[in-house]
């Protein structure tokens, strides 16, 4: 039989502790062209039956994180709708491939969240392509280190707050009229949000704004049956970090300073989002899911 998450082992050994070399990308990078190659779980998740029937929205669903989630949600038994950006089609498609053979249905839905009218289309195509939605994952991120204040442009600024804040909330309003009681919202925040790092002022603010917008409407939702969450991962291995989300200097330590001594792999976040997703997490509501290798939190 071969290993997958219910596997038993040494979570300090599952995956490798890696020492990335210096790469770049272009903003928003590619799975396709990283070195090392993460683990989206494309050959370990083994999906029960968690999420049989449901149907899922995921932004930044072509690679890292959302790429994970789609896959194993897929594997659960959804149908899935990918956001990204139209320069990450490689990714997206072979994110599709996996969730087809998966015997789910993939609707690919490239286009910039951080314009209002291309968040809110995006959840009429997803409403549309899928038949319904009950499932939002709002996970897309912009994330560019910039060593000083005085370097970190206006334009930066606004940007990374379009895409981690503003996006979420168009899409959930938008979302919110298809969405009957079961339906699920989780957010993906980041330790970020408790121990900002001083290259990453406007990412980390945005993280906190996410922790408040999740809390808050959680208990806005809670007596309509919608059930609003968060995920905050910590040093997790995706395109986000290659892509100016780190500076060069600092990737081959990447996540070597977590209690568990490695960075982590976005297959290990998949299943606190299948949880929070399906119905088994009814009482859970506002809460915020560390993933992070073990690094404390409030
Ligand atoms: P990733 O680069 O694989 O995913 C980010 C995705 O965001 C991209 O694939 C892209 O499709 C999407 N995106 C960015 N700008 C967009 C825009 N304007 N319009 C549409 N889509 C856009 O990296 P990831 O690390 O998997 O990131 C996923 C989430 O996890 C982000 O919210 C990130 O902040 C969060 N996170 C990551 C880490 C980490 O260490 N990798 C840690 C904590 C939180
Ligand atoms: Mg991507």
Redesign the pocket.
């Known amino acids: 039989m071969s290993e997958d998450q219910y596997t038993f082992q040494n979570p300090v050994s599952r995956f490798p502790s890696i020492s990335p070399p210096k790469q770049d990308q272009a903003e ?2 590619l ?1 396709r062209d990283l070195e090392p190659q993460t683990d989206r779980g494309e050959d370990s998740y083994r999906g029960t039956g968690r999420l049989t029937g449901r149907k899922a929205l995921i ?2 669903a ?6 994970a989630v789609a896959i194993a949600f897929a594997r659960e038994g959804a149908d899935v709708a990918l ?3 139209p320069e ?1 089609e490689p990714d997206a498609q072979k994110v599709a491939g996996i969730i087809r053979d998966a015997g789910q249905k993939a609707a690919l839905l490239p ?4 314009e209002p009218a291309r968040a809110r289309d995006l959840v009429a195509h997803a409403v549309e392509q899928l038949g319904g939605l009950d499932i939002v994952v709002n ?5 560019i280190a910039v060593e000083a204040l005085e370097d970190l442009s206006d334009e930066q600024f606004a940007d990374t707050f379009a ?2 804040v503003f ?1 979420m909330f168009w899409i959930t309003k938008a979302a919110l009229p298809h969405l009957k009681p079961g339906s699920t919202i989780i957010n ?1 925040t ?3 949000a408790y121990n900002p790092s001083p290259t990453l002022i406007d990412y980390a603010s945005t993280k906190a704004a996410i922790n408040a917008f999740t809390k808050g409407l959680a208990q806005q939702l809670a007596p309509r049956g919608i059930r609003v969450n968060a995920v905050a ?4 291995w ?4 290659v892509s100016d989300g780190q500076l060069k200097e600092a990737l081959p330590e990447f996540g070597k300073d977590t209690p568990l001594g490695r960075a982590g792999q ?1 297959t290990e976040l998949a299943p606190a989002y299948v949880f929070l997703a399906s119905a088994e997490s009814s009482y859970v509501a506002g809460e915020t899911l560390n993933v992070n290798g073990g690094s404390p939190t409030p």
């Open positions: 928003p990078g799975d932004t930044g072509d690679s890292g994180i959302g790429a956001s990204y950006l990450e286009g910039d969240i951080s996970n897309a991120g912009k994330q895409t981690n996006a993906t980041s330790i970020q991962p910590g040093p997790i995706t395109p986000l970090q976005p």
